[in-house]
């Protein structure tokens, strides 16, 4: 992620999902299965943005209170798209904003959430 963030200023997305649920194919979660096509066709026609999407696991995992993406890495819930923003600081000069669950599935506030990144298309 540094490599990404070299520069104050410079910015990279990340969308929390879940592991497909192995009977269905789909995530196991109902929120992210609303979710997921509204940010992918968002990105996708946003060729000055990208976003990595990362998976915090099957419905037991994630409901773990000590699940690493909880613990570590501070999430609340899924889906949750994070971006995280270079402040040129020493150390992890880093800082974050989040859409969570509900406001990740409206392309309005997609692009809120991602306009002072780039003109809008």
């Not at 026609?45 to 037991?60: F, I, M, P, W, Y």
């Amino acid at each position: 992620m540094k490599d990404r963030l070299s520069r104050p200023g410079d910015s990279i997305y990340v969308f929390f999902v879940v592991d497909n649920d192995a009977s269905t194919g789909k995530p196991w979660c109902p929120d992210v299965r609303e979710a997921l096509p509204v940010v992918e066709k968002y990105f996708g026609q946003r060729g000055d943005l990208e976003v990595a999407v990362v998976s915090v696991g099957s419905r037991s995992v994630w409901r773990d209170p000590g699940n690493i993406w909880r613990t570590s890495w501070g999430l609340r819930a899924v889906p949750t798209l994070v971006k995280y923003t270079s402040t040129g600081e020493e150390g992890d000069g880093v800082v974050q904003s989040q859409l969570v669950e509900e406001e990740t599935k409206h392309e309005d506030k997609l692009g809120a959430f991602t306009q002072q990144d780039a003109s809008a298309p």
